[in-house]
T-cell receptor, first 113, second 111 residues
Framework: KQEVTQIPAALSVPEGENLVLNCSFTDSAIYNLQWFRQDPGKGLTSLLLIQSSQREQTSGRLNASLDKSSGRSTLYIAASQPGDSATYLCAVKKNNAGNMLTFGGGTRLMVKP | EAGVAQSPRYKIIEKRQSVAFWCNPISGHATLYWYQQILGQGPKLLIQFQNNGVVDDSQLPKDRFSAERLKGVDSTLKIQPAKLEDSAVYLC?????????FGPGTRLTVT
C-alpha cells in the first residue's frame, strides 16, 4: 500500500527566504506526482505535476523535483512571500488506470512579513 | 470556465443524523471523485466515478456512506447515520484527463 509522508508538518519562515518542502513515498512505481496548494476553507489548487519520466518541473518561483528510485520529491519556493502562506500537499498517482491519488499529510507554511 | 461547485459549504449535525452533500463537476469532465479530509491530514479518496459508473469505492464505509452520480453529471454523497469521526471536509473533484480540479469542499461537524 502506498504511503506518502511530508516533512515538516509545519514551517514558519521570514519573508524573502528560499525554502524546501519534502515529500517521500514508499512505492516507487508511480505514474506521476503532483504538488497542490490549499488555502484555509478552500479546495486544492494544482501547482506542478511531474510525470514519472521527468526529474523536475518549474513554474515561476516554484520548482519541483522527483527522484523516483529513492521515493522522494521536493518543492522549492524561491524568495518566499506572505501570500505563499498555505498548506502544501503532495500526491502520487500509482498507475494510469483509475487515476487514484494518494496524498501526504501536508506542510503548513507561514511566511512572516 | 466554471469550477467544481459544492453545497452546502458548512453543515453541523448531531450524531446519528443523516446528511447529504452535492457536487457539480466541471462541464464535460467524465471522472468525479469524493475525498474526505480530516483536520491535519491529506485528503483520502472515498469513491471515484467514471460517467455514472463506480471505478473505485474500496475506501468508502459502505455501512453508512453512499454516493450516486445520476446521468453522469452531478453527484451526491450521503452519510446515514453520522458518527463523531465523520467530522471532516468533504472535497469533490473532477477530471477530464490527468489533472484533477477540486471544489471548495463541505465542512461537516458532527456533535
Amino acid at each position: 500500500k502506498q504511503e506518502v509522508t511530508q516533512i515538516p508538518a509545519a514551517l514558519s519562515v521570514p519573508e524573502g527566504e528560499n525554502l524546501v518542502l519534502n515529500c517521500s513515498f514508499t512505492d516507487s512505481a508511480i505514474y506521476n506526482l503532483q504538488w497542490f496548494r490549499q488555502d484555509p476553507g478552500k479546495g486544492l489548487t494544482s501547482l506542478l505535476l511531474i510525470q514519472s519520466s521527468q526529474r523536475e518541473q518549474t513554474s515561476g518561483r516554484l520548482n519541483a523535483s522527483l527522484d523516483k528510485s529513492s521515493g522522494r520529491s521536493t518543492l522549492y519556493i524561491a524568495a518566499s512571500q506572505p501570500g505563499d502562506s498555505a498548506t502544501y500537499l503532495c500526491a502520487v498517482k500509482k498507475n494510469n488506470a483509475g487515476n487514484m491519488l494518494t496524498f501526504g499529510g501536508g506542510t503548513r507554511l507561514m511566511v512572516k512579513p | 470556465e466554471a469550477g467544481v461547485a459544492q453545497s452546502p459549504r458548512y453543515k453541523i449535525i448531531e450524531k446519528r443524523q443523516s446528511v447529504a452533500f452535492w457536487c457539480n463537476p466541471i462541464s464535460g469532465h467524465a471522472t468525479l471523485y469524493w475525498y474526505q479530509q480530516i483536520l491535519g491530514q491529506g485528503p483520502k479518496l472515498l469513491i471515484q466515478f467514471q460517467n455514472n459508473g463506480v471505478v473505485d469505492d474500496s475506501q468508502l464505509p459502505k455501512d453508512r456512506f453512499s454516493a450516486e452520480r445520476l446521468k453522469g453529471v452531478d453527484s451526491t454523497l450521503k452519510i446515514q447515520p453520522a458518527k463523531l469521526e465523520d467530522s471532516a471536509v468533504y472535497l469533490c473533484a473532477s477530471s477530464l484527463y490527468l489533472e484533477q480540479y477540486f471544489g471548495p469542499g463541505t465542512r461537516l461537524t458532527v456533535t
